[in-house]
C-alpha cells in the first residue's frame, strides 16, 4: 500500500509510548500496533481524530501517501 504511516517518528518526538498513546485514544494497543507497522487496511475517522489530539498533530502529519512504494495486495 502507497500509504505511509509516520505513527513511531510522532511518538519519539512527543516522547510518548505506545502504551501511553493507547491509553489515551482508548484503543487497544493491538490495534494501535497493527496501524503502527502499516498493516491496518482502515481506519475510522474518530481515531484518527483522537490520534491527532493526542499527539497535536494533523492527520497530513501520520499518514503519507508515497506512489513508489508498491504492495501485491
Known amino acids: 500500500m502507497a500509504i505511509v504511516v509516520h505513527l513511531d517518528e510522532l511518538l519519539h518526538a512527543r516522547r510518548m509510548t505506545l502504551t501511553?498513546?493507547?491509553a489515551r485514544v482508548d484503543i487497544t494497543l493491538a490495534n494501535l500496533s497493527i496501524l503502527k507497522t502499516g498493516k491496518a487496511k482502515a481506519i475510522r475517522f474518530?481515531?484518527?481524530e483522537a490520534i491527532c489530539t493526542a499527539l497535536?498533530?494533523?492527520?497530513?502529519?501520520?499518514?503519507?501517501?508515497?506512489?513508489?512504494?508498491?504492495?501485491?495486495?
Open 56 to 73: 497535536d498533530c494533523q492527520p497530513g502529519d501520520l499518514l503519507v501517501h508515497d506512489p513508489s512504494i508498491t504492495t501485491d495486495d
Open 20 to 22: 501511553e498513546l493507547a
Open 46 to 48: 474518530s481515531t484518527l
